[in-house]
Each structure stands twice: as structure tokens, then as C-alpha cells.
């Protein structure tokens, strides 16, 4: 499974960005999707995710703001980020899981987001 990532960029805070991810590759392989972040000095933190069935989780410092959608036929997994905060900030990484693994089977490139207060 390769995963690529789309979207990012600088936006002030309280504004909008929408990344986006596209699996190719044995993608019915593939349960979850979803994206982490990472910020300089931080661990690498879950965002949101969904299951192929459209189960949602989210991190509770981006729920209310965040909208994770998925589109199995195009195996592409979306957030739409609103009101975004500087605390938002940093590289975003797309990820999928296998059925039946608790880790994170594939990662994507990276995406810098940055928001100016």
C-alpha cells in the first residue's frame, strides 16, 4: 500500500484547510484510515481517524473542528480542518491499518500545516 498526501500550507488561525490521501497498492488490505500529527519536540499524535465502515475517532483537542471523510471507491480519507489554532500546527501525516492490526501499517509523506496567530 503506498500513501499520498495532499494539502497543507500556512493559514491564519480561525481559518480552514483541507488535506487529503489517497491509498494505491493492495488497498483492500486496508481497515483504517486516518491522519497523526507532529509538532517539533512533540510525539506523534493521532487527529482522527475512520474505519471502512465510517467509524470516527477523533483527538479530543480537534473534535467540534475537525471532519474526517472517506471514500472507499476512490480509497481517499479527507479532513476538513476549521477554526484552526497555532497550537494546530504541524507536519500531518496520513496513515492506514490492516484488519486486524492494532499499529499503524503504512504511513504517507508528511504535510507541513502552519497557522499564524
Known amino acids: 500500500v503506498q500513501l499520498q498526501a495532499s494539502g497543507g500550507g500556512l493559514v491564519q488561525a480561525g481559518g480552514s484547510l483541507r488535506l487529503s490521501c489517497a491509498a494505491s497498492?493492495?488497498?483492500?488490505?486496508?481497515?483504517?484510515m486516518g491522519w497523526y500529527r507532529q509538532a517539533p519536540g512533540n510525539k506523534r499524535e493521532l487527529v482522527a481517524s475512520?474505519?471502512?465502515?465510517?467509524?470516527?475517532n477523533y483527538a479530543d483537542s480537534v473534535k467540534g473542528r475537525f471532519t474526517i471523510s472517506r471514500d472507499n471507491a476512490k480509497n481517499t480519507v479527507d479532513p476538513q480542518m476549521n477554526t484552526l489554532k497555532p497550537e494546530d500546527t504541524a507536519v500531518y501525516y496520513c496513515?492506514?491499518?490492516?484488519?486486524?492490526?492494532?499499529?499503524?501499517?503504512?504511513w504517507g509523506q508528511g504535510t507541513q500545516v502552519t497557522v499564524s496567530s
Open positions: 496513515a492506514a491499518r490492516r484488519s486486524a492490526s492494532r499499529n499503524v501499517n503504512w
Open positions: 497498492g493492495t488497498t483492500f488490505t486496508i481497515d483504517d
Open positions: 475512520i474505519s471502512s465502515g465510517g467509524r470516527t
